[in-house]
């Protein structure tokens, strides 16, 4: 079985500051690591995600998540927010090579607030 | 970009009637989930489906929950006799590939009155 741990339930910041929200699993088994945004009233939608090869990850609005694996994390990061960025963030794994159709697993989820 | 999507977007209900929840995934997809995510709650797994049949199961997922493939194009979640404890944002997902590529749906706000 998976569980992940995001530690901070809301992140307040200003626009243009950077900003790490930091997510923990735990896991028998390797497995795939993401990060999902959602906007106010909308549904999931995935921002980036780690399955192999090179342990840091880009999306194409300029965060970045970082594969750790002794750390067991897989933070995510940007280097300047901006407005648009309000969202809630939810970091959710899945296990490798089950078989069948593997479920994600989902943390409680991240607010981040952006403000002027 | 092709998307999964849910009908209705809203739907409101009293306790103990039945509902379903209507999805269509990506064609070319062959692995298909229900979540829920209760308000200010996280994103739970209910069921994930794959060759015709349920490939695993939460403990949510419960006798009052079914979930059917009708025709092969549509993947729909009924639950029989709804609880208020029911009301939850519900989201669709396929994958094409087995542990990752999901696309979810928008969701579809269920409220039991």
């Known amino acids: 079985a998976q569980s992940v741990t995001q530690l901070d339930s809301q992140v307040p910041v200003f626009e243009e500051a950077p900003v790490e929200l930091r997510c923990n699993y735990s896991s028998s088994v390797s497995v795939y690591l993401f990060w999902y945004v959602q906007y106010p009233n909308q549904g999931l939608q995935l921002l980036l995600k780690?399955?192999?090869?090179?342990?840091l990850v880009e999306s194409i609005n300029g965060f970045e998540a970082e594969f750790n694996k002794s750390q067991t994390s897989f933070h995510l990061r940007k280097p300047s927010v901006h407005i648009s960025d309000t969202a809630e963030y939810f970091c959710a794994v899945s296990p490798l090579n089950t078989g069948t159709a593997s479920k994600l697993t989902f943390g409680t989820g991240t607010r981040l607030q952006v403000t002027l | 970009e092709p998307e999964v999507t849910q009908t209705p977007s809203h739907q409101v209900t009293q306790m103990g009637q039945e509902v379903i929840l209507r999805c269509v995934p990506i064609s070319n997809h062959l692995y298909f989930y229900w979540y829920r995510q209760i308000l200010g709650q996280k994103v739970e797994f209910l069921v994930s489906f794959y060759n015709n049949e349920i490939s695993e199961k939460s403990e949510i997922f419960d006798d009052q929950f079914s979930v059917e493939r009708p025709d092969g194009s549509n993947f729909t979640l009924k639950i029989r006799s709804t609880k208020l404890e029911d009301s939850a944002m519900y989201f669709c997902?396929?994958?094409?590939?087995?542990?990752?590529?999901?696309?979810f749906g928008s969701g579809t706000r269920l409220t039991v009155v």
């Open positions: 997902a396929s994958s094409e590939r087995q542990g990752w590529g999901y696309t």
């Open positions: 780690y399955l192999s090869g090179s342990t």
